[in-house]
C-alpha cells in the first residue's frame, strides 16, 4: 500500500475550481458530508488554489472508520423469540456458518429495498395486520433483544421508513422479520437467495 | 479507453494502493470504500468479474477531458476517473 505523507503532491478534480489542480497532503479535521460530526486529524489532499480538501488516500480509512462509529446510531428493538427465529433462521440458509452476523445486513439489505418502493412500503404496513393473530400468539414466548449499531446512512434510511410506513420502530423491524420469512425462510428456493449469498460472501470475504 | 485497459488500471490501483477519493470539503459518507465497509480485496473480487457490459464511460458532466468510468456488478455501483499516475474514485455503494 502507498503511504501519503505531509507535503506530497498529487492531482485531484476541485469542484470548486471548476478543474483539475495540483494539491498537497496534510492533517486536516475533515467533517462527514452527512452531518454527523468531523474525522480528526486524518491525512487529505487539499486544493493548491482554494484550499477546499479535494481527495481522501487510503490510509485515512481506519480513522474514518473510528470518526465513523463514535457518531453510528444504535438500533434496538425487543421482539417475541420466534421473530429472532426467523431472522437467525433466515441468516442461517444465506451462509450457515455466518451465525448472528448477517442480521444487521439483513435488516439494512431488507430497509434499503424498501425504502424507495411504494408497494414493498404498503405491504410492510399490512404485515402488523395480516399477521396480527400470529404475533399475538407469540406473546407469551420469551423476549428476545435485537441490539445493532449501524450506520448513519442505515440510520437514516430506517428513519425514513418508519415515517413512510407510519409503523413505529418496533412494528417496523417485526414487519421486516415478516418479510425475511416470507421471501428467505419459507419458500422452497428463494428468489433473491443468489443475491443475498453474495452480498454474504462479499461481507465475509 | 477500452474496458480491458480500465479494468487493469482499477484493479492495478487498488492493489498497490495509488488510488484517493474524492471529496468535496467533507468526507462522502456513501463511499463504501473509503469507510471500510468495503475492502479493496472485496472490490477486486468484484471488478475481476467485471465484463464489457458492466461498463460504462463519459466524460464528467462539469469538466471537459475527464472520462468518468462508472462499473455496475452484483449490486455495487463503482465510479472513478484517472488523473496520472493515481485513480480517484467518486462513489462506491450497493447501487438502489
Known amino acids: ?205 | 479507453m477500452a474496458f480491458k485497459g480500465v479494468r487493469y488500471r482499477v484493479i492495478k490501483a487498488l492493489k498497490e494502493g495509488t488510488y484517493q477519493h474524492a471529496a468535496r470539503g467533507g468526507i462522502e459518507d456513501k463511499n463504501a470504500l473509503m469507510t471500510g465497509d468495503i475492502s479493496p480485496e472485496q472490490l477486486i473480487t468484484i471488478i475481476g468479474r467485471c465484463n464489457g457490459t458492466h461498463h460504462e464511460s463519459s466524460e464528467h458532466h462539469e469538466f471537459k477531458g475527464i472520462e468518468v468510468h462508472i462499473l455496475k456488478r452484483d449490486g455495487w455501483y463503482i465510479k472513478f476517473y484517472f488523473v496520472d499516475p493515481d485513480t480517484i474514485f467518486i462513489s462506491v455503494h450497493p447501487s438502489r
Open chain 1, 1 to 205: 500500500m502507498k503511504i501519503w505523507y505531509v507535503g506530497d503532491k498529487s492531482k485531484a478534480l476541485c469542484e470548486k475550481c471548476r478543474k483539475v489542480v495540483t494539491t498537497t497532503f496534510d492533517y486536516h479535521d475533515v467533517p462527514f458530508e452527512s452531518g454527523i460530526g468531523v474525522a480528526k486529524q486524518i491525512m487529505a489532499a487539499t486544493c493548491d488554489e482554494c484550499g477546499t480538501v479535494v481527495a481522501i488516500p487510503p490510509q485515512s480509512t481506519p480513522a474514518i472508520r473510528v470518526a465513523r462509529e463514535i457518531a453510528s446510531r444504535p438500533l434496538e428493538v425487543v421482539m417475541a423469540a420466534p421473530f429472532m427465529d426467523t431472522l437467525d433462521l433466515a441468516s442461517y440458509r444465506i451462509d450457515p456458518s455466518a451465525g448472528v452476523f448477517l442480521r444487521k445486513s439483513l435488516i439494512a439489505y431488507f430497509v434499503h429495498r424498501s425504502v424507495n418502493d411504494d408497494s414493498l412500503v404498503e405491504r410492510l404496513r399490512r404485515n402488523a395486520e395480516v399477521h396480527r393473530a400470529k404475533w399475538r400468539s407469540w406473546h407469551d414466548t420469551p423476549s428476545k433483544r435485537l441490539s445493532m449499531k449501524v450506520t448513519p446512512r442505515v440510520g437514516d434510511e430506517f428513519d425514513e421508513l418508519v415515517k413512510k410506513s407510519a409503523l413505529n420502530k418496533t412494528t417496523l423491524v417485526k414487519s421486516i422479520v415478516m418479510d425475511i420469512g416470507s421471501e428467505v425462510v419459507e419458500p422452497e428456493e428463494p428468489q433473491m437467495m443468489p443475491e443475498l449469498r453474495r452480498m454474504a460472501a462479499a461481507l465475509a470475504a
